[in-house]
């Protein structure tokens, strides 16, 4: 019968770090979630997770073990990378890994965009174990462009802090469209794909390395459900430049103390991006993987230009409604 109360207890404990959220259907009552149900689902083709990623599936000791081991809790998360694809998600996750008090999924679970139906408790299993005074983090970049995403967040957990990587929308689709060229070499071109009517100079919108880069109207899908202050916009560009500043603004928004500074990267010249000197749980240098940093085709430039002068009206009300200029004109 102890047994049986302490692992209702645990069950039932915390407010949003708990599982019983209006809207959200009900965990079994006394059978923890099966097995085959706690493992990330894998992601399709284009997506940032890599198999390796998709490797690092969470741990899954009872709570009654927990409890009485002394490993932590498993969370509902408190900040959320939610955005956006190619912006450079993975790399700000790695790094906020470093942080003692930050502990994140390393794959991406998809649970507000593709897995919503298999409840709160399932999500909750995939999350890391965590002390009093860690924050729980999970990063999925398609939340940002998934219509459903705000409500299903703001369901679970009003106060949930949430993180968005942007990156010039130009440079963030011919990425998008490098990545899915190394994976299908044979599809059309990225200048055919970006037109409707090449000789009208129309974009085609549906296409989503163009679509996701239209940050501003995905932004006030959003403002529905959070407010401005409770969302941080991190410069995907800075975070090149200056890793420990962007990192910085992150920990201040997360309310962490500034442990990541300067002294954690080094800049790699041949992939072009900063790298830790050590990694979470390491103390060899890591770099992202060889999915990361990928040598962009030729684009011709006239494309280039309708898609800047494009982009150009959306990245004004971006600026606007964010209140920062990221320099991308």
Request: proline fraction near 8%.
């Amino acid at each position: 019968m102890l047994f049986l109360w302490l692992y209702m207890f645990y069950s039932c404990a915390g407010s949003c770090a708990g599982l019983a959220t209006r809207g959200s259907p009900a965990p079994p009552r006394f059978a923890p979630p099966l097995p085959h149900l706690l493992q990330p689902a894998a992601g399709e083709p284009g997506e940032e997770s890599s198999l390796e990623e998709q490797r690092a599936a969470p741990d899954a000791a009872s709570p009654i073990s927990s409890f009485f081991n002394g490993s932590g809790t498993k969370r509902l998360p408190q900040a959320i990378i939610i955005g956006v694809k190619k912006g450079g998600t993975r790399a700000l996750l790695e790094f906020l890994r470093v942080h003692p008090d930050v502990r994140a999924v390393g794959a991406e679970p998809h649970f507000f965009d593709r897995n919503y139906e298999r409840g709160l408790a399932w999500y909750r299993e995939l999350m890391p174990r965590t002390l009093e005074g860690q924050i729980t983090m999970e990063k999925t970049p398609s939340y940002f462009v998934t219509k459903e995403a705000p409500a299903r967040i703001s369901s679970m957990c009003k106060g949930t802090k949430l993180i968005v990587v942007v990156r010039d929308p130009v440079t963030r689709a011919i990425s998008d469209y490098t990545q899915t060229l190394s994976k299908k070499p044979d599809i059309p071109t990225f200048e055919s794909l970006t037109f409707k009517n090449r000789t009208t100079g129309l974009i085609d919108t549906s296409w989503s390395a163009i679509q996701i880069g239209i940050y501003a109207k995905h932004l006030e899908n959003w403002l529905l459900y959070f407010p401005i202050g409770q969302i941080l916009f991190v410069s995907g560009e800075r975070l090149i430049s200056d890793p420990a500043g962007e990192l910085g603004r992150v920990q201040d928004f997360l309310g962490l103390k500034r442990i990541i500074t300067d002294k954690h990267f080094y800049f790699n010249k041949t992939k072009g991006f900063p790298c830790l000197k050590k990694a979470e749980g390491s103390s060899k240098p890591h770099c992202l993987g060889k999915t990361k940093g990928r040598t962009h085709p030729d684009i011709d430039q006239e494309v280039v230009q309708r898609l800047r002068d494009f982009y150009r009206p959306f990245n004004m009300k971006f600026y606007q409604m964010t209140g920062q200029d990221f320099g991308w004109d």
